[in-house]
């Protein structure tokens, strides 16, 4: 990271929509991430070549690779709307700002898979981080998923 600040250097997506466009014009050699967290600078502190992890918040292991939400579509989502699918990858963990602290907020990196932790996420290794989340694109992406009106789902959240 050469001692400059990944963090302030990151553009930000503003819109939910955005979000759709980066993913639209990403190639397939590059698979995006949702990260919640501090950020790269916290993430990434001993560089591209160190060891990135997260911690298992059950038995404190370090896990090996950043947990992360991937952004690709699935195949079975079929013609179904791409904004919806975004929204819902934002809406899956946006409890982990509340309950992490002060500071974690969702960004988009480019990664490659590693492993599956625990909770079966995807643990990846960031290549390059591409933008911060702003609230705005988080706001958008609650009413796509409310206006859904299902009872019977909402974020991943276990304390609920």
Do not use: F
């Amino acid at each position: 990271m050469s001692g400059v600040r990944q963090d302030a250097l990151m553009p930000v997506v503003d819109d939910l929509d955005q979000l759709v466009d980066l993913l639209r014009r990403t190639g397939p050699e590059e698979e995006l991430y949702i990260r919640w967290s501090r950020g790269p600078d916290a993430d990434l502190s001993g560089g591209y070549g160190a060891e990135q992890s997260s911690k298992d918040a059950l038995t404190g292991i370090d896990l090996p690779g950043l947990s992360a939400n991937p952004l690709a579509v699935e195949p079975w989502w079929g013609s179904r709307p791409l904004r919806l699918w975004v929204a819902r990858r934002l809406y899956d963990y946006c409890h982990l700002r509340e309950l992490r602290g002060p500071g974690v907020r969702p960004w988009v990196l480019v990664g490659e898979q590693l492993g599956r932790g625990p909770d079966n996420e995807p643990l990846v290794r960031c290549h390059r981080p591409v933008a911060w989340v702003a609230e705005r694109a988080l706001r958008e992406a609650d009413r796509a998923v409310e206006a859904q009106s299902s009872a019977e789902w909402g974020p991943l959240h276990r304390a609920d």
